[in-house]
């Protein structure tokens, strides 16, 4: 559930302790199931000043994720999940533009008064190709630290 990558099904994994993107839901604290996708950064979600010299990435591929909770270590929390209901999937210029404004009201209490020295940053992930033509549906507002650096609680206002 990343751009144009290919994505499992919308079904928990047989491995109890990795589930697919599609099951997260609001609250829940996760890492990449992959080396290769913690090190990969997703697509803001919305306008970060601290961000905003920097060219836009994309995402890399993930599909099944271990949640914890978000007392111990962590990437990302997610902060709201939002249906589309286009027939098609959207363009990436779209799904950038749908996850500003879905993601806007959930990540805008983080990210307003950061001091020079932000603590969050707003990335979100949506579905692929391969996920749309199966069914997903689903995009996420996700909230992850500034450095990259794992998270150890629950994020604060």
């Not at 994309?58 to 599909?63: E, L, R, Y």
């Not at 996850?99 to 805008?108: G, L, P, R, Y």
């Not at 190709?129 to 630290?145: I, P, V």
């Amino acid at each position: 559930m990343a751009d144009d990558a290919a994505s499992p099904s919308a079904s928990t994994s047989p491995d109890a302790a990795l589930t697919s993107v599609q099951d997260l839901q609001a609250g829940d604290c996760f890492l990449p199931s992959s080396t290769e996708a913690q090190t990969s950064a997703t697509e803001p979600a919305s306008p970060q000043p601290q961000d905003s010299s920097a060219p836009a990435q994309v995402p890399s591929q993930i599909d099944l994720v271990t949640v914890v909770t978000c007392s111990q270590p962590h990437l990302y929390e997610v902060l709201s999940v939002t249906r589309l209901s286009e027939a098609a999937l959207p363009e990436l210029s779209a799904l950038r533009e749908q996850a500003s404004v879905a993601c806007q009201e959930a990540v805008s209490p983080y990210l307003e008064n950061q001091t020079e020295h932000p603590t969050y940053r707003a990335q979100f992930l949506s579905p692929t190709q391969t996920s749309w033509k199966a069914g997903d549906r689903t995009l996420l507002c996700l909230l992850t630290s500034s450095d990259s650096t794992e998270l150890t609680a629950a994020a604060t206002r």
